[in-house]
């Protein structure tokens, strides 16, 4: 489904030196979390984080995620995660782009998907739940 506004967030980090190698690179691992402090953001823009999640009665686990390498963000860089709201009609699928500031250079292309599990039956929606829906400001189809 297509969004009337694009849903969209962005956060700029200060790479910090506990997320860094020998070699003053960022370790691979350390992406996933930015990704999150970045769909965090977006999910409170729309005002659905995972406390209102849970608080609808539901939860919605990351069920895949992909992540693409292009460059490497270095100790004491600033770096931009830009997280968009891509699909929501049956999951949500999250983009993300990560670039360096100083240079606009691409470092990281992602996405993940989330599925919503109805928290009384512990059961898999097939769909996403009207409460997403209004928290987009959309009817539900």
């Known amino acids: ?20 190698d020998a070699m003053q690179v960022v370790w691979h691992g350390h992406y996933v979390k930015y990704l999150e402090v970045a769909r965090c953001e977006l999910l409170r823009s729309f005002n659905y984080d995972y406390n209102d999640m849970s608080d609808s009665g539901y939860m919605w686990p990351i069920v895949d995620m992909s992540i693409k390498y292009v460059g490497s963000a270095l100790f004491a860089h600033k770096i931009k995660v830009v997280a968009t709201l891509k699909e929501w009609e049956n999951r949500l699928r999250i983009d993300y782009l990560i670039t360096d500031v100083a240079t606009g250079k691409k470092l990281t292309k992602a996405s993940t998907i989330q599925v919503a599990i109805d928290l009384s039956t512990q059961q898999m929606c097939f769909e996403s739940p009207a409460i997403l829906f209004e928290k987009l400001g959309y009817a539900k189809p």
């Open 1 to 20: 489904m297509q969004s009337k506004a694009l849903k969209q967030a962005e956060i700029i980090i200060d790479v910090p030196f506990f997320d860094v």
